[in-house]
Each structure stands twice: as C-alpha cells, then as structure tokens.
C-alpha cells in the first residue's frame, strides 16, 4: 500500500523560506511521480509542481517558477520542495500527491495517492 506523509509546513514572513518533504512508502520501483499541490480557503486546488523519479524530470506552475524548487537526494525519497521569496498569495494547505509512472504535469485528476496536506502560512 502506498503511503505518503508530509512534513515541513509553516509560519513565515514573506520573503521567507520554507522547505517541505514527502516521504513516500510502498512503492517498489522508482517508476512514479511525485506531485505537490495546494488549496487556499476559498480557492480552487493549484498543481504546483512535479518531479518523476524515474527520469528526474520536473515541472512547475508558472506562478511559483523561480522560487519554488522540486528536488530529490540519491535516494530519491523523500522528495522536497523548496520554497523561496515566499508570498503572502502561496499561503494554503499543500498536498504531496503520486502516480505510477512519468506524469511530467501537475493534472489533479491523474494523481491516485495522497498525503494528508501541511500547512503553510505567509504573513505580510
């Protein structure tokens, strides 16, 4: 059974930094993707950003490029996402999600397992 489990949500200033984690669990190859994602109260879900293990590839919505960075260490587990020059905006509940295989977009729909969100909050 695949299990994912966030960590690294927050409290920070704008400008700020934060760096969150997904440790994923039952996955018995590195054929799989990766995907984080967020929901602000009263807001529709946003895809953020993905990173397929496999190949390493990644993608990023266009409102957190250049500030936000998906990366994986030797053992590609956890994945993390690095968040800089934060915004009182990217304040929300942030979700790791995964797939099997390469899925190089952040489409909710394809993803089939996910964590439990984190919470990250920019104060202005």
């Known amino acids: 059974e695949v299990q994912l489990v966030e960590s690294g949500g927050g409290l920070v200033q704008a400008g700020g930094s934060l760096r969150l984690a997904c440790a994923a669990a039952?996955?018995?190859?590195?054929?799989?993707?990766i995907g984080w994602f967020r929901q602000a109260p009263g807001k529709e879900p946003e895809g953020v950003s993905c990173m397929s293990i496999s190949d390493g590839s990644t993608n990023y919505t266009d409102s957190v490029k250049g500030r936000f960075t998906i990366s994986s260490d030797n053992a590609k587990n956890p994945v993390s996402l690095q968040m800089n020059s934060l915004k009182p905006e990217d304040t929300a509940v942030y979700y790791c999600?995964?797939?099997?295989?390469?899925?190089?977009?952040?489409?909710?729909?394809?993803?089939?397992?996910w964590g439990q969100g984190t919470q990250v909050t920019v104060s202005s």
């Open positions: 999600a995964a797939v099997w295989g390469v899925v190089p977009v952040v489409t909710m729909t394809l993803y089939e397992y």
């Open positions: 039952g996955f018995t190859c590195d054929d799989y993707t």
